[in-house]
Structures are given as C-alpha cells and as structure tokens.
C-alpha cells in the first residue's frame, strides 16, 4: 500500500535556525511529489512539485528536494511567518485511471522569534 | 483570479440531520476533489469529479456521503443523518488534470463541520 510519513510531528526553532523536513513515501511509479503549506483554519496552500530524483526547487527561504525513497523541505534562516503545518503527498492510482493525493501528516513548524 | 471557494465555513449541527456542503472551483479546472480533515489525521481523499465522466467515489467512508457535480461548476457534498465521528474541516479541491496525477491541487478554505 502505498504510504507517505513525514517527520518530525512537529518541529520548534529560533528565528534563524535553519533545519529540515522530511517526507518519506513508498510508491510504485511516482509521478510527483507535492509539498503545501497550511495555516491554522486555512486549506492547504500550494509551494512545490517536484518529478524526478535529484530536482531541486526554491521558494525564498524553502528549498525542496526528491531522491527515490523521500524528499526534503529545508527551511533556511527561518521567521516567525514561516511557522505553519508543512504537508508533503503524492499522487496514487485509484481505479479507473484517476489519480488521487495520498498525504502525509505533517510537521507543525513553530518559529520562535 | 479567483481561488476555489467554500460555504458555509462553519457548519455546526445535531446527531441525525442532514448537512450540505457547497464547493466552487477555479474556472477552468475541469477536476473537483473532496477531502476530509480530521483532528490529528492526515487529508483523507473522499470523491473526485472529471467533466462528465462518472465520479471515483472510492473514498467515501459510508452511504450516507453522496455528492453531485454539475458539469464543470459547482459541487455539493451531502452528509445524511450526521454522526458525531463526521465532524471535521472538509476540504474541496480544484485542478486542471490532464489525466496524468501531476497536475496541481488548489484547495478552498473548508468547512468545519461540529456534530453534537
């Protein structure tokens, strides 16, 4: 069955403390890997896909990465702004030939000023 | 433009009523997802709309979940005769989906829906 574990649960940092996400998945035959971000009493807001192991994507101080077995989200001088759940998911067959969003958790990002 | 809405954005309601939920796509997008959030779960995929082909209702935990689409407008998704385990933040998504599973999701608001 295909599954996607993101780590840590939740995750506390001085403003400034630079550290990362990660998102593990088990998937036969990706065809992407989306990471949003979601705000409390808000849906998910997308920042990334990524397709193939070895791209890399940036989005100010996010910077996305994918190898075969997971992908990292690291955040780089973080600010309070940034503190938010971080979901990673990725699209799974789901008969008829559609394809769903299967995600994982999330890491519930606090930064501390 | 206009992102994907939802209503109402709070829904609370006794044990047993019926609840509807409305969801507008972004114009265009010919793909329409429901999800279900639930305290300390993952977004749980419900239903999926593409044009006019017959939905994947593979996800919907029971018979008392149904929902209709009307071309590539508006959706509504019906919660019959409430139990308390049905509340959560429901979550509609909209995307252009060219039928490959690469094309990205935009999520509206949600819906919280409270069962007492």
């Known amino acids: 069955e295909d599954q996607v574990t993101q780590s840590p649960e939740a995750l506390r940092l001085q403003e400034g403390e630079s550290s990362s996400l990660n998102c593990s998945y088990t998937?036969?035959?990706?065809?992407?890997l989306f990471w949003y971000r979601q705000d409390p009493g808000k849906g998910p807001e997308f920042l990334f896909t990524?397709?193939?192991a070895g791209e890399e994507k940036e989005k100010e101080r996010l910077k996305a990465t994918l190898t075969k077995k997971e992908s990292f989200l690291h955040i780089t001088a973080p600010k309070p702004e940034d503190s938010a759940t971080y979901l990673c998911a990725v699209p799974r067959a789901s008969g008829a030939g559609s394809y769903q969003l299967t995600f994982g958790k999330g890491t519930k990002l606090s930064v501390i000023p | 433009g206009a992102g994907v809405s939802q209503s109402p954005s709070n829904k609370v309601t006794e044990k047993g009523k019926d609840v509807e939920l409305r969801c507008d796509p972004i114009?265009?997008?010919?793909?329409l997802y429901w999800y279900r959030q639930s305290l300390g779960q993952g977004l749980e995929f419900l239903i999926y709309f593409q044009g006019n082909s017959a939905p994947d209702k593979s996800g919907l935990p029971s018979d008392r979940f149904s929902a209709e689409r009307t071309g590539e407008s508006v959706s509504t998704l019906t919660i019959q005769r409430t139990q308390q385990e049905d509340s959560a933040v429901y979550l509609c998504a909209s995307s252009l989906d060219r039928g490959l599973g690469t094309d990205t999701q935009y999520f509206g608001p949600g819906t919280r829906l409270t069962v007492l």
């Open positions: 114009s265009g997008h010919t793909a």
């Open positions: 998937v036969s035959g990706l065809r992407g």
């Open positions: 990524l397709y193939s």
